[in-house]
């Protein structure tokens, strides 16, 4: 069983920054994939960014040149710094890390509200 516990969402004004942090604990094999999605109210799920153990990332379009993903490998943590934030970005981001032999975790969520 792998825990993932999300921090550092909140309420900040258009053209602020945010940084969260995620950290899996428990029982878990080599993590590969760690990645950030956010979900809206009343839209799907959508990926935000991604980092491979090997320091690769993708990014939405949305967000490119705005956010920054990162990962300490060694704490098994995952940073999003948001900087630029605008209205659109308001949402629930979620932590979601996948295994090497194929688990996917998902943590509980924080809450980025961005008031324009």
């Known amino acids: 069983q792998v825990q993932l516990v999300e921090s550092g969402g909140g309420l900040v004004q258009a053209g602020g920054s945010l940084r969260l942090s995620c950290t899996a604990s428990?029982?878990?094999?080599?993590?590969?994939?760690m990645a950030w999605y956010h979900q809206a109210p009343g839209k799907q799920r959508e990926l935000v960014a991604s980092i491979t153990r090997g320091g690769s990332t993708n990014y939405a379009d949305s967000v490119k040149g705005r956010f920054t993903i990162s990962r300490d490998t060694a704490k098994n943590t995952v940073y999003l710094q948001m900087d630029g934030l605008k209205s659109e970005d308001t949402a629930v981001f979620y932590c979601?890390?996948?295994?090497?032999?194929?688990?996917?975790?998902w943590g509980q969520g924080t809450q980025v509200t961005v008031s324009s």
């Open positions: 428990g029982r878990f094999s080599t993590i590969n994939t």
């Open positions: 979601n890390v996948h295994e090497r032999i194929g688990y996917t975790w």
